[in-house]
């Protein structure tokens, strides 16, 4: 069983390592980093009105998360297979010893400390509200960590799409309109308008599958394992997608 | 050494390779000719495990590319068509990717990196980005990536295709050392390099083996002894059966 999984695993810091290096050998994860950190503070001071609240917390900043992730995400992930598609380094890659669950994991992962980067460089927002009051630390950090299991299950999905797709703008443009989906069904005015076609059964099954209600109860500082275990399976399930879709390329 | 057993391989309705065999001994050079679609890159791909094959099996060093893909790729070096290759890293990153990816001993991958990094003749542009590096030492990259783990088995997809003669002769030479001690095959259509480099040759036509013999013998197939009649007189009169 070990030996299995090792197989089926091989590969996988080496894939990491190669990955994080491609986003910071190009301007790619600067960029990336750049334009989110810079969306995610005019969303949470400007939009979110983080300074007339009067509470020193963090809800205005936690609550674009999803919006912002819906967008900025997919274009993270979605070199991972096009590219290697577009330059025929898939070939490469395929002719190596390789267990494809490695690899996908691998570029996964990859993807996700670029994004866990970006979270991290926001710390500084979490230590002026320190500043500014007595803030409830653990439920920010609670927030924190929900938040980069969802940046996890995005990401999850613009992988996965990438494989599909093997074109980067194509796989961009419907891993968006998934994650919109996924995002968006939890949006009171798409519920109310699920509510009033379907009835209340139905729109609470569609709220319960949206990323927006499973990351509510983290932004009021509940740790809800439902949450953490829903953004968990939403991650493996996209992530067993990836791996079918990397290895349809054996079939040619 | 590598055993080539009835490969076949269909894309939709084009039945691309029908029934491909032949082995390849230790010391020996094959030159794998034919036609643009002919199956030559298909066939290469199958060996190297970068395609299932319908049916049929490659046997390299032994061991089957289909029940034990990852123990024969491990004895197979691959150099794919346009030699493809990370851009974004330097020549020593991107084999010492390969050699952490091939989970070659620790202790080992910096003597492998070097030696074929010394092998290739790319030392004086280990600097360098490969976006940034001309066609003939990309190409030489792409070959010391494939020889990195110093295999048994070499399967390389036109090795010289789109190099300048001396670029050429260049890679030619670094095939002419490794030949003692691995089975290599190589795909071209630059005709003129096969009695050079290679000392058997396998012709192949619309995914079948037309002719396997050496180059002298193939060419004393044609009325004035040259390989090219050759070669165009064997596809053309498999081209007249099937019409």
Redesign the interface.
Known sequence: MTGYLT?QM??F???Y??EL??YF??PMAYVFLAVFLLALGLFTWEAGRFFDTGVADLQPFFVWHPWLYMIFLPALAMRLWADEKA???D??L??????IPGLVLGKLMAAWTVAAAGLLLTLPMWASVNFLGSPDNTAIALAYFVSLLMAGAYLSIGAAVSALTGSQVTSFVISVVIAFVFTAAGWPLVLSTVQSLFGTGFADIVARFSFITQFEGAQRGVLELRAVAYFLGFTATFVFLNCLWASRQ??? | MLEVKALE?S?GAKHAVRGVSFTVEKGTVLGFLGPNGAGKS?TM?MI?????PDSGDALIDGQSIISD???A??S?G?L???A??????TPP?FLR??A????LPRKSRRDAVDRAIADARILSVSHQ?IGDLSKGYRRRVGLA?AILHDPPVLVLDEPTDGLDPNQKRAVRALIARMAPSKAIIISTHTLTEVPAMCHRAVLIDRGRVIADDTPAGLARRSEDGSLESAFSRLTDQVEDETL
């Open positions: 197989r091989s590969g810091s080496a894939t390592r190669r290096g491609a050998a190009t330059s025929g380094t070939e490469l395929l002719s190596l010893p390789l267990g054996r079939l040619g | 391989k894309y298909t791909r190297a495990g970068v395609l299932e893909r990852r123990a790729q491990a197979l691959y794919p068509e346009g493809p290759l990370y851009e974004d890293m990153e990717f390969l952490e990816a091939r989970a980005r990536g």
